[in-house]
């Protein structure tokens, strides 16, 4: 049996319940197991498209954010290497939880442990929540009497998007105003 290597691929990210508009920083890290050094390492990162690629800092070797290739090179039996990627998350991102990953896709020796070569991080963004409460100035009105409905949308979570609602009338109830206001 000729040289090999076991590399091993942690990912991390500094928040996994990030809000909208907001950088992470996702980690990951390469270590070899050995029992040998390995060379022509590459790293290939599926960045979510909820996920905006902003910057990279490798600790060796050179990242292309058109390929979301990290060219690592050599690590010698052992060690570790690492790139941190920061990322925006979308102002309003199409799904509310995605994995982030990355994986070893280059290396000039076999790995002597396959199975560990990639690695994923579950983001999950912080968005609205939504509490829509209804209340009525007068439960039993006479004929020819104003009722005041009062709607509440309360956002509780962190999100900003815009909401529209809309409330539907009794049949027996004429409209005649509303008046709106943002607290």
Do not use: K
């Amino acid at each position: 049996v000729g040289p090999r290597a076991d590399l091993a691929v942690a990912a991390s990210v500094s928040d996994a319940a990030p809000d909208p508009n907001q950088a992470v920083t996702l980690t990951y890290r390469i270590r070899n197991n050995g029992p040998d050094g390995a060379a022509s390492i590459v790293l290939a990162d599926a960045l979510p498209g909820d996920l905006l690629h902003q910057s990279a800092a490798p600790s060796q070797g050179s990242y292309s954010a058109g390929t979301r290739e990290w060219t690592v090179g050599a690590i010698a039996a052992g060690d570790s290497a690492w790139i941190d990627l920061v990322a925006l998350v979308a102002d309003e991102p199409a799904l509310e939880s995605f994995h982030a990953s990355a994986a070893v896709t280059a290396v000039d020796l076999m790995d002597s442990s396959p199975g560990d070569e990639a690695d994923s991080v579950l983001v999950t963004v912080n968005g609205n929540d939504l509490q829509v409460a209804m209340a009525v100035d007068n439960v039993a009105p006479g004929e020819g009497d104003t009722v005041v409905f009062r709607a509440t949308v309360r956002n509780a979570g962190a999100g900003t998007s815009s909401v529209a609602a809309a409330a539907a009338l009794p049949g027996c109830l004429l409209y005649t105003s509303d008046a709106a206001d943002e607290e």
